[in-house]
């Protein structure tokens, strides 16, 4: 094989090399955000497991167990518990969805980048390699929770939008997504929606076809199955008003605030990663020179419908930093517009529009190289021994084993969130109200829901130190307190024979037993 030696193939060679460095480190870490996220989840993921372990008991999401996220993800946690009693297939499919994630850019890189000159397919394929890894890196953070999985649907129907795939494939893919979306994270709908907008052509048969119809479809297959698996009314009559609720300012506010989340979520990343979406946003909606001005008025009201659409989902009821990550669709579907015309810039000569693409190719290295010094502490964590995790399993095989010694199916968690031991125990707690915080009872239906489960319950673990709740709260904590002195007892009953010893908790057994613990 013959290489060249000279200058421009030197140069060839460092800059191939120079861009292998650059996947390496987003690579690197790539993998470390995944690690901490396998190894060190949120609590809520042990919450979702809690409903799966309901689940696999015969309880029903929403009417038995009250958690606000939809049922895909207690689901998929169930079937981890069920085939291998921990959450090992949710620890696979964060590292494959990852993978897809990545390949998804990889394809889309090398799709824009095809049959042009050396320099202008790196250029290309740089640029969207490198936007794809650090997108990759921000989802990766999310790992574990529905958003998660549901992101990486939106981005496959994305993809299907972008290279040349026949409707007989697309359409239902597109459904199927949508399905997989509305079943694991429902907010991230309008995202999905914004996605397939925004690489839609200009004309009603295509709306008709990559938006609607998939919509629609999918829709109408999340209800039947929702109804199959008896989700449906739950669903409906418990869980939507419980999110619904919890909206705490008016959609001025909310729109602000999203939009002030959305930019500081890349500010996060790095402060390079700002200007680089917000030039590739800016170049995207730059008419082009043969673009008449219906094709670029028509484009922009495209743009601000999915981006009020993304608006909608990143600050969808409350002010949550974990809302912000349901943007990555919409920044994945702008830089494949940014691709599809820095690829029409290279060819057509394009000076001002190859100048603004090298720019934002420039800042996406510098988001690379600067992401492992911004963030050293945080990737430093997929080291750290998780210390918590012996007590709460120790917490919940007492739990467990007391339970089993009197027959009793459930038992009432009153305690903070950090304490996750309800997601270990085979016996379900009663929800909702299986942990307290600001808030979570702060609105009728978890305070009644608390309040009812009190007086059902034959056995609650009750915090010591003291619970945090707001004013609302109060009159549902009250009510709960007073059953709890009227009707409870330290002293375990005769059936016990294993001890509870805890420094955080104490165990309380009601005087006189209910008959039915279900």
């Known amino acids: 094989m013959h290489v060249d030696w000279s200058g421009g193939g030197i140069l060839r060679i460092l800059t191939i090399m120079f861009l292998i460095l650059l996947c390496l480190i987003s690579l690197l870490c790539l993998y470390l955000e995944l690690r901490i996220s396998i190894l060190h989840p949120s ?17 029903i999401p929403y009417q038995d167990l009250l958690e606000t996220k939809p049922p895909g ?4 946690n169930a079937m981890s518990l069920f085939l ?19 390949m998804i850019s990889l394809i889309t890189s090398l799709y824009y980048s095809r049959e042009l000159p050396f320099w202008q397919s790196m250029n290309v394929l740089s640029g969207g390699l490198l936007v794809g890894m650090i997108t990759a890196i921000w989802h990766a953070t999310r790992g574990g929770m529905p958003d998660f999985y549901a992101t990486v649907l939106c981005s496959l129907y994305a993809l299907s939008l972008t290279v040349p795939v026949s409707w007989k494939v697309r359409f239902p893919l597109g459904s199927i997504c949508m399905f997989g ?6 907010p991230l709908v309008p995202v999905f929606l914004a996605t397939a907008l925004l690489l839609t052509p200009l004309n009603w048969k295509a709306l008709i076809r990559n938006v609607a119809l998939p919509g629609v479809v999918g829709s109408t297959i999340w209800a039947a199955v929702m109804w199959f698996l008896g989700y449906l009314g739950p669903y409906i009559y418990i869980y939507l008003p419980t999110v619904l609720i919890r ?16 930019v500081a979520s890349l500010w996060h990343i790095s402060p390079f990663f700002v200007p680089a979406i917000g ?17 670029s008025v028509g484009f922009l009201l495209y743009f601000i419908v999915a981006l009020f659409f993304t608006m909608m989902a990143v600050h969808p009821l409350d002010d949550s930093g974990g809302y912000h990550a349901f943007a990555i669709p919409f920044y994945s579907a702008i ?3 940014w691709l599809r015309k820095f690829r029409i810039a290279l060819i057509q000569s394009q ?7 090298y720019g934002i190719t420039v800042l996406l290295m510098l988001t690379v190289l600067t992401y492992p010094l911004l963030h050293y502490t945080e990737l430093a964590e997929s080291g750290r021994i998780n210390k918590d995790i012996s007590t709460q399993w120790r917490i919940a095989q007492q739990i467990d084993a007391i339970l089993d010694d009197c027959g009793q199916d459930r038992y009432l968690h009153l305690g903070p969130i950090d304490q996750f031991f309800t997601g270990l125990t085979r016996h379900s707690p009663y929800g909702p109200g299986f942990f307290l915080g600001e808030n979570l009872t702060r609105k009728d239906i978890i305070g009644r829901g608390l309040v009812e489960n009190i007086y059902r319950t034959n056995i609650a673990l009750v915090w010591k130190t003291g619970i945090v709740i707001e004013n609302g709260a109060a009159p549902y904590i009250l009510d709960s307190t007073t059953e709890l002195q009227r009707n409870f007892q330290i002293e375990p009953w005769s059936c016990v024979r294993h001890d509870f010893t805890n420094d955080l908790y104490v165990l309380l057994f009601r005087k006189t037993p209910l008959l039915r613990t279900q």
Do not use: C, H
């Not at 946003?281 to 730059?286: E, G, H, K, P, S």
């Open 73 to 76: 993800i207690f689901l998929l």
């Open 351 to 357: 000076l001002w529009g190859s100048a603004i693409s």
């Open 279 to 295: 030039g590739m946003i800016a170049f995207v909606l730059l008419p082009q020179t043969k673009q008449n001005w219906k094709q």
């Open 84 to 102: 291998f009693e921990d959450r090992t297939l949710l620890s696979v499919l964060n590292i494959i969805f990852s993978i897809v994630f990545v």
């Open 335 to 337: 830089s494949i517009l």
């Open 247 to 262: 909206s705490d300012s008016d959609p001025l506010t909310r729109w602000g605030s999203a939009f002030v989340g959305m």
């Open 43 to 59: 609590n809520d993921v042990y919450i979702f497991q809690t409903v799966a372990r309901g689940i696999l008991n015969g309880l």
């Open 181 to 186: 979306v509305v079943f694991l994270r429902e």
